[in-house]
């Protein structure tokens, strides 16, 4: 049974005539009677009462008209959402668009866009332009909007929308160091693994990257605050010059955040002769939590010092961490290793000393949580170093331009920033450690 015979037959019982059917089709009545005549004969039923008044359905034909209505009526809808869909009246078109593109080009059009066609619905993915040509081969996305150079293949056809040129402006300290891999940075390893590297000194692997971590550490430091829970961080040593006393007052009260005045005069001219000598330093910085209570973290995969350790060796510069007595634990004896516990005045827990730097098994115990992040010198010194160009040929370097001689005072609030996000991300996951913290949060 063909669907025309059932369109035929919507037709006539909507119509109750042959003739107005036949007109409705641009067919004619006889065609109409005998497609009519063969459908109730393969239905085994009479379906329509013919009479000089017209055709009225039987009670057969009035149950299927309900059915075959329905039908007619989604298929008219899905032809006019075609239609209206070519006519961009409404639908979705999907796009895949690389970052530049997307903001020298496309976002200014998609404005205009929207108002001509309101109904048309975008969805705009943001890739590389590697990654959008992949998307469009694999049919995920309908065009891509992208720069070039980039590789595709046929049957996609590339067309220039909008040229132009990236230029960059700086002094040529900067425009140098495109051709050779600098010491110390990530020039090279990026090359290795993307192909191309960003030498303009805002990339991924740059300071101007933790903009975001200060940002976000902010809004958990003062969420924090409010459960009792504060940190304070501060340089602890810079090359060999450490810090012998501690005045919380005193870390705003110098550049490089040290807690002791006294250290700090001799860091800094330490860090003169650095500068003079066309070199950089080094340090340590030290982060105390206090007000954790005990339980939180995890014995496992979700460790509260291996996550401390992975959000604070994210930092670009950092190159060391450890918490408590760390490294020193491995010339220390189990005996003195040990934080005895015991009972205080209000019957609560507490440890003697704070080997373990506040974390036992992976979960805080309840007292100050203490690590330190060591900071590498600053990669870029005048100083002749030894290097390849792109080239693969040996070459001898010194790179000028403005860099300070030292990461460590910069660094201090992203290590705070990247701590306080760790541990209100650490609480808020042990919320769920117990059915009745969720009954009651719930309940309440």
């Given amino acids: 049974m063909t669907l025309d015979y059932y369109r035929i037959f919507f037709y006539v019982a909507r119509y109750k005539s042959f003739s107005k059917a036949a007109e409705a089709l641009n067919n004619n009545q006889p065609n109409i009677t005998r497609y009519m005549n063969i459908l109730e004969s393969e239905l085994g039923c009479k379906l329509l009462i013919r009479s000089h008044k017209g055709v009225k359905l039987t009670p057969e034909g009035k149950q299927l008209y309900d059915h075959v209505a329905v039908a007619m009526a989604q298929l008219t809808t899905g032809e006019n959402e075609l239609i209206r869909n070519k006519s961009l009246e409404t639908g979705i078109v999907s796009i895949g668009v690389s970052e530049t593109a997307l903001r020298l080009f496309l976002l200014p059009k ?238 609560t827990v507490a440890k003697s000393t704070n080997h373990s730097g506040g974390v036992l098994g992976g979960m805080s115990d309840g007292s100050k949580i203490i690590f330190r992040a060591a900071i590498k010198p600053t990669p870029s010194v005048a100083s002749i170093q030894k290097t390849v160009n792109k080239s693969g040929e040996d070459i001898e370097i010194s790179i000028h331009g403005r860099h300070d001689p030292i990461i460590v005072p910069r660094a201090v609030v992203v290590v705070e920033s990247m701590a306080a996000l760790t541990i209100l991300d650490a609480m808020l996951f042990n919320m769920s450690a117990k059915m009745d913290n969720i009954c009651n949060f719930y309940k309440n």
């Fill in 110 to 347: 998609l404005e205009k866009f929207h108002k001509k066609y309101p109904h048309v619905r975008l969805r705009i993915s943001n890739h590389s332009a590697p990654q959008a040509v992949s998307a469009l081969e694999k049919g995920l996305v309908d065009f891509a909007v992208i720069t070039t150079p980039v590789d595709y293949k046929k049957p996609l056809h590339m067309t220039t929308l909008y040229p132009f040129k990236e230029i960059l402006i700086c002094g040529k300290d900067y425009s140098e160091i495109a051709s050779y891999y600098r010491p110390g940075h990530a020039d090279y390893t990026f090359d290795a693994k993307y192909g191309f590297r960003d030498y303009r000194g805002g990339g991924r692997s740059s300071g101007r990257e933790t903009i975001g971590r200060v940002a976000a550490g902010a809004i958990a430091a003062k969420i924090l605050k409010q459960l009792s829970i504060t940190l304070t961080t501060y340089t602890k040593s810079i090359g060999a010059i450490r810090i012998s006393s501690f005045d919380a007052d005193t870390i705003y009260n110098n550049p490089l955040y040290m807690p002791d005045a006294d250290a700090a005069k001799k860091a800094e001219e330490y860090l003169e002769k650095c500068l003079s000598e066309s070199d950089s330093a080094g340090g340590v910085i030290e982060c105390i939590i206090d007000g954790v209570p005990a339980g939180i973290g995890d014995p496992v995969f979700e460790k509260l010092d291996a996550n401390l350790a992975k959000a604070i060796l994210s930092i670009g510069a950092v190159k060391g961490f450890e918490i408590g007595d760390g490294f020193d634990v491995a010339l220390a004896k189990g005996t003195t290793n040990n934080d005895s516990f015991y009972m205080t005045n209000d019957h």
